[in-house]
């Protein structure tokens, strides 16, 4: 439905600009008469409607409009990077066609195609096609496949279809309220809901890989963005001396909680209206939080409940795990059938996440329940020590697990990348932060980077893993 949306804005607005790739202006027609090219070279490939394609294609605008003359063909896409990542094999094994610069193995991969510059570049220098018949849109076409976060094990596969595209796309468009004087800086090279929301909404989106973020922003007149927290946190720091707040800007968040020290300089610095979207792949966005708020409000079409270990709902204002309906939600997974009666249950999606419902529109998310930390018999959020830490050190990005030492006590590790200042004033400002926490003994280690997913979220395991490694140094077991 994207280039129905596109046509429409060539027809009526054929001056106008669609798309600014690193400095080059393209208007609607042009990206409308791009994507029947696309289309036409796609459709050589004889792939009949609901094969799958993996796209990987590094290349925004190229990869962009692989997916919409997909789309167009009724061919189910899944764009990720397949370099050192064994969980996108099972892609690999179940499509039909592997569009990537670079060979995958050959056992794996039934059918690949290179997607060079130069064949990228003959499609766009080809000549206008004529008018082709689709396939029919249907409400449940299969359209995307996406990997869930895989936060705390492997990454699961899960299928969207136009239904659900379609709702998504619709709710982002609402919340962001985009318009066509709307200018969407593309910083998350795969992100599909904020820059196809603004493009059907007749904006422009600007893709830009020459200079820093807030460079970008500045330059171009960016009204809107996707960041999450860590990547916002690193453009703050990037800042240029004498940078100019701009007079309108609302950045969009999601893929982990915002510390309201972070917040609080964002919106001081850089951001007009700052947009923290609680959801997951599984379910859409669930609530939000915009500017200082603590608490988040439940969108339109969405059901939340707090649950105890029985699944019976806790009154409002009592900590318990979350559980939410929505309108345009999935209800399992393509390769993990035992979520079912688990994760999937009685038409609920059990988030793995802790909260509070303070009444039917409020919810406040604490963390996630496989996360907590269990310290001395307390039970303690990692991001709630982090937000701590964050306003004591100063450092590119930070991350907090728990290790048992020799005696089997659980004991906090706190993992840093790139921090200034001397170890001792690491050490004082970390001391400062857990003052009046009743957990003893902490740790520091000092990493290269804080291992997260592609949304920005802390990846628990790994990062435990990371230490646990660190620590066989000292003991093979990996206990203190």
Not at 371 to 380: E, F, H, M, S, T
Not at 403 to 427: M, T, W, Y
Request: proline content about 6%; hydrophobic content about 40%.
């Amino acid at each position: 439905m994207t280039a129905r949306y596109i046509a429409f804005h060539a027809a009526e607005r054929p001056d106008a600009i669609a798309i600014v790739n690193n400095g080059r202006g393209i208007t609607y027609p042009e990206l409308s008469r791009d994507i029947r090219k696309f289309t036409r070279a796609l459709r050589a490939f004889g792939l009949p409607r609901g094969s799958k394609a993996v796209i990987d294609c590094d290349d925004a605008y190229f990869n962009w409009l692989l997916r919409l003359a997909f789309e167009e063909l009724g061919v189910v896409t899944a764009a990720l990077k397949l370099a050192g990542k064994p969980e996108t094999l099972s892609f690999l094994r179940d499509s039909d066609l592997v569009l990537s610069e670079k060979s995958p193995p050959p056992e794996i991969a039934r059918r690949h195609h290179a997607t060079t510059p130069q064949w990228l570049r003959t499609i766009v220098e080809g000549t206008e096609p004529d008018e082709d018949s689709l396939p029919r849109k249907e409400p449940d076409d299969p359209i995307r496949i996406v990997l869930t976060s895989g936060t705390t094990g492997t990454p699961k596969r899960l299928l969207y279809t136009r239904r659900i595209h379609e709702a998504s796309i619709g709710k982002t468009m609402w919340y962001a309220g985009f318009t066509r004087a709307s200018r969407y800086l593309l910083a998350l090279p795969l992100t599909v809901a904020g820059p196809t929301a603004c493009i059907r909404a007749g904006g422009t989106v600007v893709i830009e890989s020459r200079m820093a973020l807030g460079q970008a922003i500045a330059t171009h007149g960016i009204t809107h963005t996707t960041l999450p927290p860590f990547a916002l946190k690193r453009v703050l720091d990037d800042l240029p001396a004498g940078f100019s707040k701009p007079a309108d800007l609302t950045i969009l968040s999601f893929g982990a909680g915002i510390s309201r020290s972070l917040r609080e300089t964002v919106l001081a610095r850089l951001a007009t209206d700052l947009c923290d979207m609680y959801g997951s792949n599984e379910a859409g966005f669930v609530s939000s939080t915009r500017g200082i708020a603590e608490i988040g409000s439940v969108w339109p079409g969405v059901r939340v409940e707090v649950v105890d270990e029985r699944d019976q709902p806790l009154p409002f204002g009592e900590k318990g795990r979350i559980r939410v309906r929505t309108d345009y939600m999935l209800d399992g997974y393509l390769d993990y059938p035992q979520a079912q009666g688990r994760i999937f249950k009685d038409g609920w999606f059990y988030a793995g996440d802790l909260g509070i419902l303070h009444d039917a529109q409020r919810l406040q998310v604490i963390g996630r329940a496989d996360d907590l930390l269990n310290i001395g018999w307390n039970k303690i959020s990692p991001e709630t020590l982090e937000e701590l830490v964050s306003g004591a050190i100063e450092a590119d990005d930070l991350g907090i697990c728990s290790v048992p030492s020799i005696d089997g006590i659980e004991e906090v590790f706190v993992v840093v990348s790139n921090a200034r200042g001397s170890d001792q004033e690491l050490l004082q400002g970390i001391s400062r932060a857990f003052r009046g926490l009743q957990f003893g003994t902490f740790h520091i280690v000092k990493m290269k980077r804080i291992p997260r997913t592609a949304n920005g979220k802390i990846h628990r395991k790994r990062l435990k893993e990371a230490v646990v490694g660190s620590l066989r140094t000292l003991r093979p077991d990996g206990r203190l």
